[in-house]
Structures are given as C-alpha cells and as structure tokens.
C-alpha cells in the first residue's frame, strides 16, 4: 500500500473516550491513519505490549492524563510503512521494534519517533519484538545502571515471572550474577529457572525468606530488584546484604518500614523510571539489547496474546493476575 493512499482510509484501533475501569477499551475500525512528522516514522503494527502503566493512564489516575479520546500503548512491533524526511536510520521495509508510540500503539498503524525505535532482529517473532522496549530497557537500567550490577553479584529478582523480572534474570545471567528468583505458582518457578535462575523461591510460601538467606549464607543479595514495593520492601530490608541496594520498579500503593533495618544494613533503597534515563544511558542500553537479539541471550516470553477487542480483558488481567508469566501482547497482524 503506498504512503499516498495510506493517508486517507481508516484502521482498527483501541480508543478511549472517557478514563474508567478496563470496559472503556473499545475497538473503533474507523480512526484515521495516523500521519507522520518530519521526525517520526509510521508502522505497520503487527504487536503491542501491554505494560502495567496503559492501566494507571487509561483508570485517569496517572501523573499525565492524555487528551480524550486517545489510543493507549507505546510498545510495538512491526514495519516500517512510512520515513519522515529528517529520517536517515530507518527506512520503510524494515522491521522495527519501538516503546515510543506516539499516536498510540494499540493499532493497526501508528506513529514513533524515529529516535526510540530500532532495528529488530531476525532472531525474534514479531510478538516478542513487542515483549523488548519497556520490559528490557527497564530491568537493564535499574540492574545495571541504577543497581550497578556486577559479575559476582548476587541479585534477588523479587517478582521474576513478570515481563520485567524475567528481562531482568536474562540479563543478569548473561553478565555473570548468580541470580535468585521469586515467582507465585509452580508454573512461574519453572519459567524463572529456564530463563537465568540459579535458585527459585516461592514468594507465597510462609517462610520464603529465610530460604533466601540460607541460600546465601545468610549474608544476603547485594541487589535486590523489587516489583512490589509496597507489599516487599520492609522484607527486603531484612534480606539485603550490607551496603547493598534495593532498586524499587514496581509499587502500587504505602507502606510501613522500619527505617533502623536500613541503618543497620547501610544499604540504598532507591526508586528506578524509565523515562528519567540520559540519552548515554539510552545510547547503552541500545547497544545491548542489539547485541542481546543477536546472540540469542534476549528471548521474551509471550505469556498471553490478545486480539485488540478482547482489550479490556488484557487490561484486568495485566493487574489482578494470579501468577505473572511473562508478557502480555496483542497480535494486531500477521
């Protein structure tokens, strides 16, 4: 389809008309096509990941509430349908995977700035190109850059069936850190042992704890990546090593600690976002990635697909899962 003809029909896509509960997710099949700026590109999308933020905007309860109606989703995969003219690092054709929708990536098409999407390798489905940006980009900026991972390490990925925490044990496993992996169900254990576990623990376990400890000796992890703040953190303060760091990712509401555990400990608790990363930090993460697609240690597990109307059903289970395995995607084309 060429770009010119492109330019006026209309595409499916999820649109949102007022914030709410998941059931405000409805398919419209006549959006227009998005156009693209001078800086940004437009994509065929064949997937878009779901991240846990699409629910915090779409419920209206996010910092930045965008303006009514609008299309949720910045994670995509896809190709490559149009360049804008200040474009050189793309060109239409290629597969592409981005985190930077900007016009929406619940979508047949949508648009992304050219700067935040890159090149998909061969190696990975369409599907798990939607399963890179947020999830991997995340866990290695709050492994690696913020928790300051190195070889030797250990780190307890606490919540490591999700879609970042599995990112998280890839990578760790990949730089050299013994790795210990919390999951809810027997399911998620033997899905974080195949992807860079060396030890799982069952965090609804009475107890679980203590086995960590055990399991180092009772000096406990330099790093913990923690998903579930509100619910973990005062745990994590007991398990972490002295002078260790706990990198928090994920939290849905308060919590009480006992701040003379961090006394005692000496360690750093500290928060990790995404978007408050430097372009150098942006700039490493790229790098590897790609060299993660390449030589194979990169594989998202897609735990569930969706179509784009069955929506408000990703939605809620996005949030009130039983057990996370890993991410959740809408297959948008073939």
């Not at 008309?17 to 998941?22: I, K, L, R, S």
């Not at 992304?112 to 489905?125: C, F, I, V, Y």
């Not at 919390?182 to 086995?211: M, P, W």
């Not at 993660?292 to 899962?321: C, F, Q, T």
């Amino acid at each position: 389809m060429s770009v010119r003809s492109l330019v006026n029909t209309v595409m499916r896509a999820v649109r949102v008309t007022e914030f709410g509960g998941p059931k405000v997710l409805k398919v419209d099949k006549n959006v227009p096509v998005p156009k693209s700026s001078n800086d940004q590109i437009l994509i065929k999308v064949h997937a878009a990941g779901i991240n846990p933020v699409d629910t915090y905007i779409r419920s209206g309860t996010y910092a930045v509430k965008p303006t009514l109606p609008y299309t949720p989703g910045k994670d995509v995969a896809g190709v490559v349908e149009e360049v804008g003219s200040n474009v050189s690092n793309l060109k239409k054709g290629d597969r592409v995977y981005s985190m930077a929708a900007t016009s929406g990536g619940y979508a047949e098409y949508c648009t992304a700035a050219s700067s935040d999407t890159k090149l998909l390798h061969s190696n990975l489905t369409y599907e798990e190109g939607a399963g890179i940006g947020v999830p991997y980009y995340t866990a290695y900026r709050a492994l690696v850059i913020i928790g300051g991972a190195k070889a030797g390490d250990t780190v307890l990925v606490h919540g490591a069936s999700g879609a970042v925490g599995l990112a998280c044990a890839q990578i760790a496993h990949f730089r050299g850190l013994r790795v210990l992996g919390t999951a809810g169900s027997q399911a998620g254990l033997d899905l974080i042992a195949r992807n860079g576990c060396d030890a799982v623990f069952c965090h609804r376990e009475e107890g679980y704890a203590t086995k960590i400890m055990e399991a180092t000796e009772n000096v406990g992890p330099q790093i913990i990546i923690e998903m579930l703040a509100n619910v973990n953190l005062e745990r994590d303060l007991t398990m972490i090593a002295k002078k260790g760091r706990i990198v928090v990712v994920g939290n849905r509401g308060s919590t009480e600690i006992t701040p003379r555990l961090a006394m005692q400990k000496e360690c750093i608790v500290t928060g990790m976002l995404l978007f408050n990363a430097t372009q150098g930090e942006m700039d490493e993460i790229d790098a590897a990635v790609a060299g993660g697609m390449r030589d194979g240690w990169i594989k998202p597990h897609i735990g569930k697909v969706y179509s784009l109307e069955e929506a408000p059903n990703a939605h809620e289970d996005i949030i009130n899962n039983k057990g996370t395995q890993g991410r959740l995607i809408f297959k948008v084309s073939s």
